[in-house]
C-alpha cells in the first residue's frame, strides 16, 4: 500500500506506478483540489492499495471502519474507472479528505466485490495525449468532495 501525503511523495510514486490511470487521476485530483492557498498536506491523502491489500488492512492504515457495523458505508463515493476504483472519503468538515485508488487487477478479493457493489461508473479520463477539457471527469463540482466550508 502506497500512503502519498505530500507532493514529493508523489512524484516519486509518478515514477514507478505501472498504472496510467492512477497517476492520470492523481494529477487530475491534484489540479481540481490544490491551490496557491490551500496545500496537499492540508486537503488530501492518496492511498494506493496494492495486491493482498484488502479491507482490513485498508482500515488499519486509515485508523477507521469503511463501513458501520451495519453495513452503511463510510465513503462518499466509489467510482469506477478504466483500471481501478477510485473511493472517496471526507474525514473532517474541513474539507480534509482521502481519495483511495483500488487496481481492478490487483484487488484483494474484499474490496474488489465492495467496489463492484457500490461504484458509480465515472465519465472517461483524458490522457496527457488527449488535451481535451477534464470538466467531465471533475467529480469535485458534483459532489463538492474536500470543498474547504
Not at 471526507?90 to 457493489?117: M, N, R, W, Y
Request: charged share 20%.
Amino acid at each position: 500500500m502506497h500512503v502519498l501525503r505530500h507532493p514529493t511523495e508523489v512524484l516519486a510514486f509518478f515514477d514507478d506506478c505501472p498504472n496510467p490511470c492512477i497517476t492520470a487521476l492523481i494529477r487530475q485530483r491534484m489540479t481540481e483540489l490544490i491551490d496557491e492557498e490551500t496545500s496537499m498536506d492540508e486537503l488530501v491523502v492518496f492511498v494506493i492499495l496494492e495486491a493482498g491489500d484488502g479491507v482490513e488492512q485498508l482500515q488499519n492504515q486509515m485508523g477507521f471502519q469503511i463501513m458501520t457495523d451495519h453495513g452503511c458505508p463510510l465513503w462518499e463515493v466509489i467510482e469506477q474507472h478504466a483500471t481501478c476504483y477510485e473511493l472517496v472519503f471526507v474525514l473532517s468538515s474541513s474539507g480534509q479528505g482521502a481519495l483511495v485508488f483500488a487496481p481492478k487487477h490487483e484487488c484483494a478479493p474484499d474490496i474488489l466485490t465492495l467496489c463492484q457493489q457500490h461504484a458509480e461508473r465515472s465519465p472517461p479520463l483524458n490522457t496527457p495525449d488527449d488535451p481535451g477539457t477534464i470538466d467531465a471527469a471533475n467529480t469535485a463540482p458534483r459532489g463538492g468532495f474536500f470543498t474547504p466550508i
